[in-house]
């Protein structure tokens, strides 16, 4: 079985959703980004840490951790600004 790329993630909302979309349909129109790759709106999040090659096998007990350790915190909000992406 072939190792997973995981990460552990928060989803955003959906008016910053919204908000991103609207900025990114305004990118894909230009033609100075025509050689990016784009990604589809439903899976956008907020990346927390990169994980790496991982496998599936571990899944499971990773989730578990983090469940664990996060079970002692509310949860909050979080002011968002700025755009960037990755090469």
Do not use: K, Y
């Not at 840490?49 to 951790?65: K, Y």
């Amino acid at each position: 079985m072939n190792d997973w790329r995981c990460f552990v993630a928060v989803p955003i909302g959906d008016q910053l959703r919204a908000a991103l979309s609207s900025a990114v349909d305004a990118w894909r129109r230009s033609l100075s980004a025509q050689d990016l790759r784009w990604t589809d709106a439903s899976g956008w999040h907020a990346t927390l840490a990169f994980l790496g090659s991982t496998d599936p096998a571990r899944v499971p007990s990773l989730a578990e951790a983090l469940t664990d350790a996060t079970a002692p915190f509310a949860p909050f909000t979080l002011a968002t600004g700025g755009l960037g992406g990755f090469p």
